[in-house]
């Protein structure tokens, strides 16, 4: 065998053993980002109290279990610009979760609230939230309110409201976008 024989049998292994090092490498590469996006996600959620509910709807959204809560746990409220940050329902995943969801009014000692149940039993809970200065629409206190997205260009932005609770039927106002309102999120 003279060297170019030689050569090509050389480099023939080594190109093979460095596809092989490399598949490897990406592999890893891949599971460890993997991992490390997970422990985030989770990070995040620890940090927001944030958990998402499958509630085996059509279009496949998840919902947060609850109002975004801050450190304390109490409800943070926020005016539409900062609700909008974060990802909000539309108008078409607030009515699919009144038309395709189950709800029962729940009182507790201090507080009351919605429970909504989902066409595969899993659930959400809506705490009813006194909310300062509205005004503009009838609400005695004893209904769900948080932010819609809204693309129009006025000072009047979307919320959902009261649901009739044996009809299932959606309800989305106008009201002003300064006022703080809960927020639930969605992905």
């Given at each position: 065998m003279d060297i170019k024989e030689r050569s090509k049998q050389y480099a023939q292994g080594k190109a093979l053993e460095a596809i092989t090092?490399?598949?490897?490498?990406?592999?890893?590469?891949?599971y460890n980002d993997g991992l490390n996006h997970l422990a985030l996600e989770e990070q995040e959620a620890a940090k927001t109290g944030v958990k998402y509910v499958d509630l085996g709807l059509p279009s496949g959204t998840l919902w947060s279990s609850q109002y975004i809560t801050n450190i304390k746990g109490q409800v943070e409220m926020m005016p539409y610009l900062d609700a909008s940050k974060h990802i909000i329902p539309t108008k078409q995943q607030f009515v699919e979760l009144c038309e395709k969801c189950h709800y029962d009014y729940v009182i507790f000692k201090n507080f009351s609230g919605t429970k909504i149940i989902g066409p595969n039993g899993g659930e959400i809970m809506l705490?009813?939230?006194?909310?300062p200065?509205?005004?503009?629409?009838p609400y005695n206190g004893n209904s769900p309110f948080f932010w819609i997205q809204d693309d129009e260009e006025n000072d009047k932005?979307?919320?959902?409201?009261?649901?009739?609770w044996n009809k299932s039927k959606a309800h989305i106002e106008k009201i002003f976008m300064g006022l703080k309102l809960p927020v639930m999120l969605v992905k």
């Open positions: 090092a490399a598949i490897e490498k990406a592999y890893q590469d891949g705490w009813n939230i006194k909310v200065n509205l005004k503009s629409i932005k979307n919320c959902a409201t009261q649901v009739e």
